[in-house]
């Protein structure tokens, strides 16, 4: 399958999910809010914050598959980890709303129209159930898409922990189950994001990915007949699933530089997944010198 083909399933998906879920989100807020339930209200907050999330990935999406340019020479495939930066805080600002609000209620607990804060709430599951189907084919291909499903992920514990309050105040009054209920829902959310910021942050930062070790990279390239050294070795990820990697490579004086870049592709690519690489070949008497006079 193309690659013009995927974005459209990815578009496609992240549609649907966000039509859905902006329906919905209308009906759970003013569901929470005349059942007076925290837990319905937290979780309507986050689907908000859903709607957003899933809208900017598509725009991301479709940003990302516009061709490069004479100012953007890799094009705007970093526009897809910015947008999953943006995500994962807009979660954290979400759960920090929600902990205020159920910091004041459990002060003072009011009353919950259980009943139909239950019903709202099942009805809200589903809708995220029918979300995360959409997704879920999606959602590996990029940090982006990860993060618009972990956003409906905390959406649907949202909603069973909703229900689980519900039921817990309608059989036994206790109305202390609703903050509490919402500030688990806030610690798993907080949980499920940790991962999508630190690896944003951590692309941004150019760092080397998560799943790559220099020295595994450093080793597989000193094989090649003739490498001598390795050194300015640098690997980063450009976006989900696309990584660049530049070295200087040397090698004995009698072998052809050719022959050895070529093979350094070959093997960055079959080994590592590494597409993106410039290779610089120093013969090794001139590296000597230069080694020495530095």
Known sequence: MTDHSLGGNRRRDLTLALVVTAAYFVVELVGGMVTNSLALLSDAGHMFADVAALAVSLFAIRLAQLPPTNSKTFGYHRVEILVALANGLALWLVVGLIFQEAYRR???????????????????????????????????ES?????????????????????????????????????????????????????????????????????MRLEDIEACLLTIDGVRQVHDLHVWTLTSGRYLLTVHLVVCRDDGPRAVIDAAQLRLRERFGITHTTVQVDPEDECTEEFRLH
Do not use: C, K
């Open 106 to 140: 459990i002060l003072d607990p009011p009353t919950v129209r259980s009943a139909g804060m239950i019903a709202i709430a099942a009805v809200g599951l589903g809708v995220n159930l029918v979300s995360l189907m959409l997704l879920r084919g999606s959602h590996t």
């Open 143 to 211: 940090l982006n898409l990860r993060a618009a499903f972990v956003h409906v992920l905390g959406d649907a514990l949202g909603s069973v922990g909703a229900i689980a309050a519900g039921v817990v105040m309608l059989a036994w009054g206790w109305y202390l189950a609703d903050p509490l209920v919402s500030i688990g829902i806030g610690v798993l959310i907080l949980y499920s994001s940790w991962d999508i910021v630190r690896e944003a942050v951590d692309i941004l930062m150019q760092a080397t990915p998560r799943q």
